[in-house]
């Protein structure tokens, strides 16, 4: 099986990443220029949460293995000035790097997520939050009207990262059990399977023979690994997508939302 990313290339790739959210809205006329992908949110909301994100996780990190998130304080309200709030989200991000740094990548810590194909440990956050901060520079790369694919090695492992920690559960799916399947067009395909007993998910080494009846999906999509990330995170519309079969199951996990 192919490896995921190394602890040092994720945290190389999160600063890399940063680099470019914080470009982004540096090239921004105002602060106060909407996100299209979060309508929510002008850029201004969008550093503050990544920025606060960035502030709470290297906390989390620093705690060390814990049943529950460690007290924190309400957060002190970022700079309103542009070059001063740039400088804060890069000591924001500073803080995450140096905890996970410290931590390594195999200490336990809390997360969110709870019994996924994703384990609870400063790797497997750094490996998640590497994918918040790809995906919020999109963002602010879409807001100021110069959006960029994910970098191949980021978008890849996003897919993956996306499909253990955020769909792999063992939450019953509450619809007849289903098969789908996630094709990169960088030539790496997923596949999740989900029943009465969550959902669980595993990587198709070769090329699924069509001739195996167990071996077809329900449905599957198809296209580069950034369009997959971005159809899992919302970014971009189904249809954006080559689907094959049948297409409801998608709708039934974009509407799924399990609670542990």
Do not use: N
Not at 31 to 60: M, N, S, Y
Not at 208 to 216: I, L, M, S, Y
Not at 222 to 237: D, K, N
């Amino acid at each position: 099986m192919e490896k995921t990313l190394e602890f040092a290339d994720l945290l190389r790739l999160m600063d890399e990443r940063s680099t470019a959210f914080r470009a982004a809205v540096a090239a921004a006329p105002s602060l106060d220029v909407r996100v299209p992908t979060c309508p929510e949110w002008t850029l201004f909301d969008l550093v503050q949460h990544l920025g606060e994100g960035r502030r709470k996780w290297a906390a989390i990190v620093a705690a060390g293995p814990a049943d529950a998130p460690p007290a924190m304080s309400a957060p002190v309200a970022p700079p309103r000035e542009r070059e001063a709030l740039l400088a804060w989200f890069a000591a924001s991000t500073g803080e995450l790097l140096d905890a996970l740094r410290e931590a390594g990548p195999d200490r336990g810590c809390w997360t969110w997520w709870g019994p996924s194909q994703s384990p609870q440990t400063t790797g497997a956050v750094a490996r998640h939050q590497l994918q918040q901060v790809a995906v919020h520079t999109y963002d602010a790369q879409v807001a100021v009207g110069a959006p960029q694919p994910l970098p191949d090695e980021v978008a890849l492992d996003g897919v993956d990262e996306f499909v253990t920690t955020c769909v792999a559960t063992t939450v019953p799916w509450p619809h007849k059990p289903a098969v789908i399947d996630y094709h990169a067009t960088e030539g790496r395909s997923w596949r999740l399977w989900f029943s009465a007993d969550g959902a669980r998910t595993a990587r198709l080494l070769t090329p699924v023979a069509g001739d195996r009846p167990e071996a077809a999906a329900y449905a599957s999509a198809r296209g580069t690994a950034h369009e997959l990330v971005m159809f899992c995170y919302g970014r971009i519309p189904m249809d954006s997508l080559r689907l094959d079969g049948d297409r409801r199951v998608f709708d039934q996990l974009i509407a799924w939302e399990p609670e542990e």
